[in-house]
C-alpha cells in the first residue's frame, strides 16, 4: 500500500517562492505518475500539476503555468512542486495524489492522497 506525505507548505508574501514536497513509501513508485491538487477555503479540489512516470509528461492548470514546476526523484521516491511569483489566489491546502487512470485533471483519477499542506499566500 502506498503512503503519500506532503510538506513544505507555509506562509509566503505575495511574490515569493515555495517548495513543496510529496515523500512516497513503497517500491513501485516509479511505476506511477502523480500529481498536485489545491484545495481552497469553500471551494472543491482542483489540479494543479501532473507528472508521468519518468517525468517526461507535465500539465498544469493554466493559472500557474510559467509559476509552478513539478518534478520528481525516482531514486528518493519523492514528488516536488516548485512555486514562485505566488499570488493570494494560491492560498489552499495542496494535496499529493497517485494516478490510477487516464486523465490526470480529474480528481476521481486519483487513488492514493497524502494529508495535505497548507499554503498561505499574504497580500
Known amino acids: 500500500q502506498l503512503q503519500l506525505v506532503a510538506s513544505g507548505g507555509g506562509l509566503v508574501q505575495t511574490g515569493g517562492s515555495m517548495r513543496l514536497s510529496c515523500a512516497a513509501s513503497?517500491?513501485?513508485?516509479?511505476?506511477?505518475?502523480f500529481a498536485w491538487f489545491r484545495q481552497a477555503p469553500g471551494k472543491d479540489h482542483e489540479f494543479v500539476a501532473s507528472i508521468s512516470r519518468i517525468g517526461g509528461i507535465l500539465y498544469y492548470r493554466d493559472s500557474v503555468k510559467g509559476r509552478f514546476t513539478i518534478s520528481r526523484d525516482n531514486a528518493k521516491n519523492t514528488v516536488d512542486l516548485q512555486m514562485n511569483s505566488l499570488k493570494p489566489e494560491d492560498t489552499a491546502v495542496y494535496y499529493c495524489a497517485k494516478l490510477n487512470g487516464w486523465v490526470v485533471t480529474y480528481e476521481s483519477t486519483y487513488d492514493y492522497w497524502g494529508q495535505g499542506t497548507q499554503v498561505t499566500v499574504s497580500s
Open positions: 513503497g517500491d513501485s513508485f516509479s511505476r506511477y505518475a
